[in-house]
């Protein structure tokens, strides 16, 4: 049996696969920020999962920039006492199963790549904007190679002072900056503010990496209120000055079950 497991800023979902390709409902909780209390919460329900099967393999998105063996987080920015954890190793011995460790952006790209909006794409560039805003970049069905992963949320967008695109459109900022959470906030500016400065960073993802088309997921793309995905790309269309075209925009198909989505390819294609 396959378990997958997909750890967020804010939230963890855990499910199991199924026949057909398909996974089980996710079980959702509230992310631990305590590494000990997290790794505890997250075998348990990876055991409930299971039931009396036997586990096969487990895969793991999270967020943040991994090792070079993707067995520890080095620095995940909303979960710091998860960084340099053996999170694998811990996982394993517990389950005594073969784990899986990848950056949830990236597996959340890759299944809506495989099975998503970016279906039928040769290059597809993902950004989620949630918690905060992470992407990747998959060339014909896998996620593209790297030499420390994908943070296209780290990218600077605004000079004076240095402010980077997941500190101007995350979740986490338009909290910071109104003290409250997102869903709360109906001003109709400010969802416009921030799709015009999501459009600079989609705006330079397109020139980095020439994708077919580009998908759009997390919170703040799909949550009430939220920042429309068609406002997106007619300020990147009005941006765009080399390219002679504008590849399509579109909303993610999986919404918050995207990263359980990509885990479970993952897992399909490595267990052979």
Same mark, same amino acid.
């Given at each position: 049996?396959?378990?997958?497991?997909?750890?967020?800023?804010?939230?963890?979902?855990?499910?199991?696969?199924?026949? %057909?390709?398909?996974?089980?409902?996710?079980?959702? /909780?509230?992310?631990?920020?305590?590494?000990?209390?997290?790794?505890?919460? =997250?075998?348990?329900?990876?055991?409930?999962?299971?039931?009396?099967?036997?586990?096969? !393999?487990?895969?793991?998105?999270?967020?943040?920039?991994?090792?070079?063996?993707?067995?520890?987080?080095?620095?995940?920015?909303? =979960?710091?006492?998860?960084? %340099? !954890? #053996? +999170?694998?190793?811990?996982?394993? &011995?517990?389950?005594?199963?073969?784990?899986?460790?990848?950056? #949830?952006?990236?597996?959340?790209? +890759?299944?809506?790549? +495989?099975? %998503?909006?970016?279906? %039928?794409?040769?290059?597809?560039?993902?950004?989620?904007? *949630?918690?905060?805003?992470?992407?990747?970049?998959?060339?014909?069905?896998?996620?593209? $190679?790297?030499?420390?992963?994908? @943070?296209?949320?780290?990218? /600077?967008?605004? !000079?004076?002072?240095?402010?980077?695109?997941?500190?101007?459109?995350?979740?986490t900022a338009l909290r910071m900056r109104f003290h409250r959470p997102a869903e709360e906030?109906? #001003?109709?500016?400010?969802?416009?503010?921030?799709?015009?400065?999501l459009a600079y960073g989609i705006h330079n993802a397109i020139l980095?990496?020439?994708?077919?088309?580009?998908?759009? *997921?997390?919170?703040?793309?799909?949550?009430?209120?939220?920042? $429309?995905? @068609? $406002?997106?790309?007619?300020?990147?269309?009005? =941006? !765009?000055?080399?390219?002679?075209?504008?590849?399509?925009?579109? =909303?993610?198909?999986?919404?918050?079950?995207? *990263? +359980?989505?990509?885990?479970?390819? /993952?897992?399909?294609? &490595?267990?052979?």
């Amino acid at each position: 049996m396959i378990l997958v497991a997909d750890i967020g800023g804010t939230k963890t979902r855990v499910a199991r696969g199924e026949a %057909g390709g398909a996974h089980s409902a996710p079980v959702v /909780y509230a992310t631990p920020r305590s590494y000990r209390e997290g790794i505890a919460r =997250l075998t348990k329900e990876l055991r409930s999962a299971a039931g009396a099967e036997r586990i096969s !393999m487990v895969v793991i998105a999270i967020a943040g920039v991994l090792a070079k063996d993707h067995a520890r987080v080095l620095r995940s920015p909303h =979960l710091p006492d998860w960084n %340099g !954890m #053996d +999170l694998e190793s811990d996982l394993a &011995h517990a389950l005594n199963a073969n784990v899986r460790i990848e950056n #949830d952006a990236a597996l959340a790209a +890759l299944g809506e790549a +495989l099975h %998503g909006a970016g279906r %039928g794409a040769d290059i597809v560039a993902y950004l989620s904007i *949630g918690t905060g805003v992470g992407g990747a970049r998959i060339v014909k069905g896998a996620i593209d $190679r790297s030499a420390s992963g994908f @943070e296209p949320g780290h990218q /600077y967008v605004s !000079m004076n002072p240095p402010r980077t695109l997941e500190e101007l459109v995350s979740g986490t900022a338009l909290r910071m900056r109104f003290h409250r959470p997102a869903e709360e906030l109906f #001003d109709k500016e400010v969802w416009e503010e921030c799709a015009q400065t999501l459009a600079y960073g989609i705006h330079n993802a397109i020139l980095f990496w020439s994708p077919d088309v580009v998908v759009l *997921g997390g919170t703040m793309m799909t949550g009430n209120p939220r920042i $429309r995905t @068609e $406002r997106v790309a007619e300020h990147v269309r009005e =941006l !765009m000055r080399i390219f002679p075209f504008v590849p399509d925009i579109r =909303l993610a198909a999986f919404g918050d079950s995207a *990263g +359980l989505v990509g885990a479970l390819a /993952y897992a399909k294609r &490595h267990e052979r």
